[in-house]
T-cell receptor, first 113, second 107 residues
């Protein structure tokens, strides 16, 4: 199993551009998450999904959108990129909610200039 | 006040030393995760515990649910243990993370 994969690994965007961060998991997990990690800060939840067709906002959703058309895929869309969105983005998945292990992707380092 | 607090923020040790990292949390249900983030950025789960103690090789994690406090211990530390260690408290549908403890083990 590949686990959780993310693409791209690195990206530089200009202010106002848009992009989609891809996330795929092959563990048949219902729960998927998008986090951002800023230097010196803990991971912050952007959006999560409890199954195909169901998504909900996390702690820091502004400036982002998500969709979940299949169990495997959970893309994160950035519209009108801003310098405040410069961060490392991690996708994760888990079998169920609460005290279940989360499996993380390798991360996408995004710079907005 | 952060919901999940770790101490220390940074820790430098000599190879062979016994390491302790502490985590206090004010939210979440009765379990806690310890994660390791490698220098290259990847995050892996080390432990998930809801009571008592768990041991995996040289790593030991303990938790006191009543006091909402957990510790991660590393015995006979090695330079390859150098990483950021993160504790996280799961809620119903999300997880709240500490800022991490950056551990450097010198040979």
């Amino acid at each position: 199993n590949a686990g959780v994969t993310q693409t791209p690994k690195f990206r530089i965007l200009k202010i106002g551009q848009s992009m989609t961060l891809q996330c795929t998991q092959d563990m048949n997990h219902n729960y998927m998450y998008w986090y951002r990690q800023d230097p010196g800060m803990g991971l912050k939840l952007i959006y999560y999904s409890v199954g195909a067709g169901i998504t909900d906002k996390g702690e820091v959703p502004n400036g982002y959108n998500v969709s979940r058309s299949t169990t495997e895929d959970f893309p994160l869309r950035l519209e009108l990129a801003a310098p405040s969105q410069t961060s490392v983005y991690f996708c994760a998945s888990s079998y169920s909610r609460g005290p279940y292990e989360q499996y993380f992707g390798p991360g996408t380092r995004l710079t907005v200039t | 006040k952060n919901e999940v607090e770790q101490s220390p923020q940074n820790l430098t040790a000599q190879e062979g030393e016994f390491i302790t990292i502490n985590c206090s949390y004010s939210v979440g249900i009765s379990a806690l995760h310890w994660l390791q983030q490698h220098p290259g950025g990847g995050i892996v789960s080390l432990f998930m515990l809801s009571s008592g103690k768990k041991k995996h090789g040289r790593l030991i994690a303990t938790i006191n649910i009543q006091e909402k406090h957990s510790s991660l211990h590393i015995t006979a530390s090695h330079p390859r243990d150098s990483a950021v260690y993160i504790c996280a408290s799961p809620g119903d549908n999300d997880m709240r993370f500490g800022a991490g403890t950056r551990l450097t083990v010198k040979p």
